[in-house]
């Protein structure tokens, strides 16, 4: 595991304890203002030692911070840095950075939509996707379902895009598949 998958793990598990993740909703939702333990031990309907603990633990975490004035104050942008260090890790993200334009068709480092068929956006998915699969010599449907179930649900479409592009062949049975077009950079 990749220390920004693991970062992003600790996080999530900190956060799957039910005081903390109530506690770092009402900071999130005070903004600015932040919170004192006081105040959040009743918002919460918990003790001060309950709130004292989940805010200790959101501080510990970068989460939140505490000042000198006694208040807690969230920072989500701690979150949102973990995610895009967590989604810079998944295997399409280095090809993705060659697309820029297909951004929109992806959703944490995988295909969610397809644009229409004809669209130029349609040819560049396909290679992209081909780029990724770096396909040598045959493969078995399984083998391509399987590298392709790593980046999107509907591996039976982005197969078919694949070979309807040219960027795959498929054999007249319909069992094994080779590269079609090769990739010049």
């Known amino acids: ?41 009743f918002h919460l309907d918990i ?15 970068g989460l939140a911070d505490g000042s000198g004035d006694g208040y807690y104050r969230a920072k989500p942008e ?32 995988r295909l969610t939509s397809l644009p229409p068929t004809l669209s130029d956006r349609y040819q560049q998915i396909a290679e992209l996707l081909a780029r990724f699969l770096a396909i040598e010599g045959v493969l078995t449907e399984d083998e391509v379902n399987r590298r392709l179930a790593a ?12 070979v309807e592009t040219g960027w795959m062949e498929r054999d007249r049975a319909g069992t094994s598949y080779g590269a079609g077009r090769v990739y010049v950079a």
């Not at 003790?47 to 975490?61: I, N, Q």
């Open 1 to 41: 595991m990749s220390a920004e998958a693991a970062r992003a793990a600790d996080l999530l598990t900190q956060l799957s304890n039910p005081a903390r993740l109530r506690a770092f909703a009402e900071l999130v939702r005070r903004g600015k203002e932040g919170s004192s333990l006081a105040e959040m031990a």
């Open 47 to 61: 003790s001060k030692p309950e709130a004292g603990e989940a805010l200790g633990r959101l501080a510990g975490l």
């Open 151 to 162: 980046v999107t649900d509907d591996v039976a479409a982005v197969r078919r895009m694949l």
């Open 78 to 109: 701690v979150l949102r840095e973990a995610a895009q260090a967590l989604v810079a890790t998944l295997p399409l993200a280095p090809l993705l950075k060659e697309y820029p334009q297909l951004k929109s068709f992806f959703a944490h480092g």
